[in-house]
């Protein structure tokens, strides 16, 4: 999610259910598509000593405050995509199949929350 717009920019997949963590699966790919010097905001989960995650914590300025904001419009995201059980329930077909599946839900999610102005329209 791009922390200054609030939309989906990023989708990556498929993998198989629960033998990837998600700091394995941003370790796979995302971090190649990062330009020099740029960094991701995220929980503590990917906490790598500040190389390519930036994990904030605290709400004492209003950088910190603004962080929050992402990273709380971030996990509706998440709460989405479990809503739609394409995160934890094994899907019974190819794994092609799913990648499909998937990146049509993210756009589904997308599109309802800028109509319901959870996206840019927030900002």
């Not at 198989?16 to 010097?37: F, N, Q, T, V």
Request: one cysteine or more; a neutral charge; glycine letters at 8%.
């Amino acid at each position: 999610m791009c922390i200054l717009s609030g939309e989906i920019v990023w989708v990556n997949g498929p993998y198989p259910c629960g033998s990837w963590s998600d700091l394995r699966i941003a370790r796979d790919r995302i971090l190649y598509e990062l330009e020099h010097g740029e960094m991701i905001v995220a929980d503590g989960g990917y906490n790598d000593r500040r190389i390519f995650f930036f994990t904030p914590t605290g709400l004492n300025n209003p950088e910190q405050r603004a962080q929050s904001k992402a990273r709380a419009l971030h996990e509706c995201i998440n709460r989405r995509f479990k809503q739609w059980e394409v995160l934890q329930q094994r899907f019974r077909h190819d794994v092609h199949l799913h990648g499909i599946c998937f990146h049509a839900i993210a756009n589904l999610i997308h599109m309802e929350m800028d109509s319901c102005g959870l996206g840019r329209a927030a900002n």
